[in-house]
């Protein structure tokens, strides 16, 4: 069975902190995928980035970037200079290959708070 | 254009009622997906359709019923509306075989 903890339920920083949110998975397939969404304050669910399970290279994009590690089972996930704008929940999610029709396992979501 | 569309955004019921929930896609994807998300914001699939036809059906309560017209509409209809249905509930699409998932903005259903 897939499983995605997602262990700090609230963070709070200042303004141009970094911030780092862990997500560890558990799953018996060995091809998956892995994802980040951004859930912001006015409810919609944003994609942020999809991994395969093959490629573990770390990925950069703008402030964000991601760490995924198969030998820990993680896909962290780092925000720079954090902003008010990156406020929100974030959820890292799961999707088996082998599983009929893609269903994604969310972890319970990390609520990030920048304060100014 | 919004590609993945749900109405109403937001509804307000009384306990017994039935009401539904529309949901559709303009990105030519072959599955769709209701996800639940409850209170304390955890997300839950409800159901998965590909190609109009029923894929996943977790444990949900006879009393909510998927309809997919056609591969680009998912509705979601639910009987008999009681408290603990009160929630968030998102349309997802998706490609075939990617895992990502495209939602909708979320219809935030309350039950009084």
């Known amino acids: 069975a897939q499983k995605v903890t997602q262990a700090q339920t609230e963070i709070s920083v200042v303004e141009k902190e970094d911030v780092t949110l862990d997500c560890v998975y558990e799953?018996?397939?060995?091809?998956?995928?892995l994802f980040w969404y951004k859930q912001p304050p006015s409810g919609e669910l944003v994609f942020l980035i999809r991994?395969?399970?093959?490629?573990?290279q770390n990925e950069i994009s703008g402030r964000y970037s991601w760490n995924f590690q198969k030998s820990t089972s993680s896909f962290n996930f780092t925000i720079t200079a954090s902003q008010v704008v990156d406020s929100a929940v974030y959820f890292c999610?799961?999707?088996?290959?082998?599983?009929?029709?893609?269903?994604?396992?969310f972890g319970g979501g990390t609520r990030l708070m920048v304060k100014p | 254009d919004t590609a993945v569309s749900q109405t109403p955004k937001y509804l307000v019921t009384q306990m017994g009622n039935d009401k539904s929930i529309k949901c559709e896609q303009n990105?030519?994807?072959?599955?769709m997906y209701w996800y639940k998300q409850d209170s304390k914001k955890f997300l839950k699939i409800m159901f998965s359709?590909?190609?109009?036809?029923?894929?996943i059906n977790e444990t949900v309560p006879n009393r909510f019923s998927p309809k997919s017209p056609d591969k680009a509409h998912l509705n979601l209809h639910i009987n008999s509306l009681e408290l603990g249905d009160s929630a968030v509930y998102f349309c997802?699409?998706?490609?075939?075989?990617?895992?990502?998932?495209?939602f909708g903005e979320g219809s935030r259903l309350t039950v009084l």
């Open positions: 999610a799961l999707s088996e290959a082998g599983n009929a029709g893609n269903m994604l396992t």
């Open positions: 799953t018996r397939d060995t091809t998956y995928y």
């Open positions: 359709y590909n190609n109009k036809e029923l894929i």
């Open positions: 997802a699409s998706s490609p075939m075989n990617t895992g990502e998932l495209f």
């Open positions: 990105l030519g994807h072959d599955t």
């Open positions: 991994r395969n399970s093959f490629d573990e």
